[in-house]
């Protein structure tokens, strides 16, 4: 009977011990998942890491470091040093700053930077999509708003191509929600310019809009082919979210130039693309007229399909990066000047961008950039 008692009692102590720590265990992912789930006690943002100053870069997987004056962006596995006597500053990912004074190498990780999260425009990777083939010059193609989502109560700049051979443009924005017969909810008429701020237009939240252009040639917008030109709006809550985001991306003690590329970053982000182009088309105005500054403008036309309008600004991004001795900028620049072309069906011209941007990768030792190039002249060769 003792025995029977005493196997009972243990049991249940056993039962009660592991309740306690399954609930433990619970409580503490509970805890943990809580904790991730918080904004971080400086900003709350995910930003891509960039330093400012004057210092050497070897990006990973190059066989030498690189002299860059002002502002660049920084990967997990790229190590930075400051010029002796100069310092720098690493913001990290939360937006927190790093100073740097001593002449050795740094990273990330050393610097105790949090996970470096994805970018929102990579050249080689899935988040740039190819824009379309070349269509018409007659078509009054749109680009802008395009693919892109607009802050609520945002007042967007309506701009199209000017098409060859038109003198006038019918413009309509267009309601079209699944489902739901499509509703005219903006027009002109017999309009005689390409760009136009519509007056006294609503537009509601987590809706499909759609704008379209027909030109007096008898050509419309959607001759171009592309299916992915519409755009919606955020809703109020979150737009308060963001601008308090712009906010707190103001504070940061970073030159005018990161500004305007960390703000373009996170509007990408979110889908902004129209704010993030709109932020650096600005910051040219404003004189900050750097090879990183048109690249990325060329990056975001890209991103949506517009090659044409990406390639004046990787032009004078490949002029401003020649000028200051900009290296990197160069052989990015090059590429993609090599791509647009190819785009167009131009082979040789874009062969002739693509040797010039292989030979700058050579120069920064990205012999595995190198070889990628000689594949795709290779190609466009047969």
């Given at each position: ?24 265990s ?25 330093a ?16 860059f ?102 413009v ?20 005689k ?16 809009y ?46 005018d130039?990161?500004?305007a ?76 000047m ?25 120069l ?7 070889q ?11």
């Open positions: 009977m003792r025995r029977r008692l005493w196997s009972v009692l243990v049991l249940a102590l056993l039962i009660i011990t592991a309740d306690f720590w399954v609930g433990s619970r409580r503490a992912a509970q805890i943990s998942a809580l904790a991730q789930s918080q904004p971080s006690a400086t900003l709350g943002l995910s930003l891509r890491p960039r400012e100053g004057e210092f050497y870069l070897q990006r990973e997987g190059r066989s030498g470091a690189t002299l004056r002002g502002t660049a962006r920084i990967s997990p596995g790229d190590l930075i040093k400051p010029v002796p006597g100069r310092r720098v500053t690493v913001f990290c990912s939360d937006g927190t700053p790093r100073i740097l004074h001593e002449d050795i190498q740094h990273s990330l990780s050393s610097l105790g930077c949090p996970t470096n999260p994805q970018p929102s425009l990579e050249r080689n990777g899935s988040r740039i999509r190819p824009p379309r083939n070349p269509v018409d010059p007659q078509v009054p193609y749109i680009i802008s708003p395009r693919a892109t989502t607009l802050l609520f109560g945002s007042k967007p700049t309506l701009r199209w191509h000017q098409a060859r051979g038109a003198n006038s443009y019918e309509r924005i267009i309601r079209v929600d699944e489902g739901q017969e499509e509703e005219v909810v903006w027009e002109r008429k017999r309009f310019e390409t760009t136009v701020v519509p007056d006294n237009l609503s537009l509601q939240p987590g809706v499909t759609l704008l379209t252009v027909k030109a007096d040639n008898d050509k419309f917008s959607y001759d171009e082919g592309a299916g992915d030109t519409g755009f919606k709006v955020i809703s109020e809550p979150e737009t308060q979210r963001i601008r308090m985001a712009k906010q707190q991306l103001d504070s940061l003690e970073m030159s130039e990161a500004k590329l960390v703000l373009a970053e996170f509007y990408a982000d979110q889908g902004l693309i129209f704010d993030a182009i709109q932020t650096l088309e600005d910051a040219i105005t404003k004189r900050n007229q750097t090879a990183i500054i048109y690249r990325t403008v060329g990056d975001l036309y890209y991103s949506i399909g517009l090659g044409s309008e990406a390639k004046p600004y990787y032009c004078e991004a490949v002029k401003q990066a020649e000028d200051s001795g900009n290296v990197e900028e160069q052989a990015l620049a090059l590429e993609q090599g791509e647009v072309y190819a785009l167009l069906g131009q082979k040789d011209e874009a062969i002739y961008w693509l040797r010039q941007a292989s030979t700058k990768y050579e920064l030792g990205d012999l595995l950039h190198v990628k190039l000689a594949e795709r002249i290779e190609g466009l060769s047969l």
